[in-house]
């Protein structure tokens, strides 16, 4: 009887110690190596072979001693209302854990990633502590009455524990950087140690407490008459527990009561238990049943109490530290995030940013999941005008169209330029659609057809043919969507292609080489004839991937010709694409290239999802990929000769930036600005290059560190739009009394900025010492009108205005000031010197 409980959790703990070697093994080696249909017949192979095992060890079963007595009748009642006790906390128990799980998942995307890998050792955590728990713990207690106060503590250990693990969520930046520092990590995410550590301090603790929990209860019921048909009921009932708490947190309490109150709720309910525990097991006595049980309680509303909805704010940023979150949005299907990128320093006072078109102006990004769908920058604004009229173009005519995924809604608004019979819209996350029409209200003027589901299915299944269809996904390589690039997908929407219909997706540059030549392989595999389109107005890296099953060579000559339907050419001037010949010079790669890039790849399968592991370590895209594949498209674009030639200089510039050397930039923008003039890519990305330089010539400024006169008219020079640049060096040159020199950037700077009010206050004093009283005045009093008055402001407000001959002015405004700060000599001065100037002029 006493063996029963360290023989399940030997058993137990053996189990879950191998369904993490099954988890490591699946996402790490098997579905890539032997596909999802590999996995299975391997998984089903390893079930034949537990099974076979069984049959052999069934032959050699030694026959157990009956025991020696029976209990009585009042005895079983006894032990049935004590195993249905135990029943229930096993059952409640098990909810808990699972829905710690479903909550632990979601957040661990916004850290580790959406990959099969970042489940695969998020998941292998978990169930390594579970399994260790299952072990250890049998081996520490041995008696009935010791199990049950292992039941109890278990549950309040879970508790203490996923609290823990709710405060490091919150101070995960310090979580981070202490593992880096203590274990030697540059960057412990993009270790597969550093990740387990991170994950481990989220989740071991709980799990070892969670293992110990079924082991707990067992040897809790050792002694009761048909124990071993007991831990069957108990197993069932933490299974129960499981579904149960799986689905109240998916589908009720995240969505209602967001990520960080959840895990709280879930600490209080273990607390519960463990009152619960301590009251029915606790013993005899009064103190020792309800003294643990009441520190329980309270402990349960002090957890509750304590965990704010904001608690994950760090998270729920996703490590972007350059931008403010102004929503998080949780609900059933994901999570749902905006962020205010701010401008620049050097551009923060303009109070016009938008009409920059830069990214430094500052920019507003929505993300699902941690991975961005949409946003506000040059480079998003010119991904959402090309990603609709560069198929669209190519069509023609087209009547029937389907989007998949919303982002921000600017798609969808370009899409009704074309007065389509037929538009729908599959998007997975109703919540997307409305988050984007609060905080992208421009773009909410769209009329389509939501479909709210999985577009991949939604392709597979539909009746309905279109003439074209936009693959708006995000990021490849994340969980998810790297299925809407595989081979299958594109296959589906191939079936469900009107004839002489065209199939575009979004496709970043930013990507692996390995993983973009994966991508054009997959979608070739399908389109023999599929061409790239990058536009290279801004500084941009992203793309889109074109395909037809007919050359398009006739529809490119149409859409160069610039026959396009009205309003189209209005909306791509925005971005500086209106002109046909610069929308055409957009396609980068053709079918030739295309072929060529993309030979000697593999291809993106749902039974081999190559891309959802990364080329190299843990990231799915960054700079460092951006460059080699920049220069793989570089190498393989066709040749072409007159003003064309440019594109060329202006990807050369873009590789030299990712370099860091922006002086060979500029001169490569410069060199595609004389083969093409006027091209907005070489105006645009000179400014960029000349405005980010600005802000480094203005950060030394402001160190001080020597003469900042120079690096201000540097930052002026580089960027004379700049409020902020104009502002600070009319300043220094006003301080070095350059008073004409001052002038026209202190007027440059309220003309172009805001908030830069006492550029009034040193033009006022600059016109006082010229001796033009009025323009000072002028000045003076449209500072006093938008900021409090201030003694010496008021002072200077009189002086010129008694200098014009209006003395009841300046003398009101003498007490003014005098009220501000009574008893002040330098009112009393004037007001002294007043009164004397008038009796002089009385005598």
Known sequence: EAAIGKVFGLLYGINTLGAVIGVMGAGYWSILHLGV????????????????????LDRRQVSLRPRPEFPSEQSRIGDDRTLRVIQVIVGVAGACAMAYEVVWIRLFVFILGSSILSLAQVLGTLLLALGLGALILPRLVGS????????????????????????????LDEVVAGIASAGGFGDPLSSIWGRALVVGVI???????????????????????????????????????????????GYVLVPSLGAARSLGVVAACNLVLASVVALRFGGRSGF????????????????LSSIGADSFRVVFSDQKTY????????SLRGTVTVQDVPPLPILAANSDKQGLFS????????????VDVAGSSPDLRTTQLMQAHVPLLLHGSPRRVLQIGHGSGATAVEVGLYSPELFDLAEINPRVITEAHRWFPRWRGAHFNPVF??????VRRTSQDYDVILNDSTYPGHRGSSQLYSEDHFRACRQHLAPGGIVSTWLPVDLPPESFAMVLASFRSVFPESSFWLPLNCWNKHGVLVGSLEPIDEAVLRVRGGSWPAGVAESLAEIGMDDPEVFASSLVLDAAAVEDMARGSRRNTDDRPFLEYPARGFNVSGEQFWSETLEKISSVMPPVAGKARAIGSLIEGQLFLLEGHSDAALAAYGRASELWPGHPGSIKLQEDVRLFRAQEDLRKAAEGTGDPLPQLEAAVARCPFSALARFELGHALFERRQFGEAVPHLEAALELGEGLDRAW????????????????????RTYLEENPPALEILIALGDVVAEQGREADARALYRRADSLSPGSEIVEERLTGMGERNQREEK
Not at 44 to 51: F, H, K, P, S
Request: hydrophobic share 55%.
């Open 288 to 303: 020792r049943r309800w003294m643990p049980a009441a520190a329980a309680l309270v402990g349960a509303g002090v957890v």
């Open 453 to 458: 589901t999985d577009a991949k299915n939604f």
């Open 144 to 171: 009935r009455s010791r199990h049950l106060a292992a039941l109890g503590w278990s549950q309040a250990l879970v508790a203490l524990a996923a609290v823990g693990g709710v405060v490091a969520l919150g101070r």
């Open 203 to 249: 989740v071991f603790l709980p799990g070892l407490a969670m293992g110990a929990t079924l082991p707990a209860a067992t040897g809790a019921i050792s002694n009761l008459r048909d124990a071993e048909r007991g831990i069957g009921a108990l197993y069932a009932a933490n299974t129960v527990g499981n579904i149960v708490g799986a689905l109240m947190a």
């Open 761 to 780: 206050l040193f033009l006022g004093d600059i016109w006082a010492m010229a001796g033009q009283p009025a323009e000072a005045e002028r000045c003076y």
């Open 323 to 330: 931008g403010r979150l102004v929503e998080v949005s949780e």
């Open 359 to 370: 990214v430094g102006a500052g920019y507003r990004l929505l993300a699902v999941d941690g």
């Open 37 to 56: 249909r590999g996995s299975l017949w391997l998984g089903c192979g390893l079930n034949l072979a537990a099974a076979a095992g069984a049959m052999l």
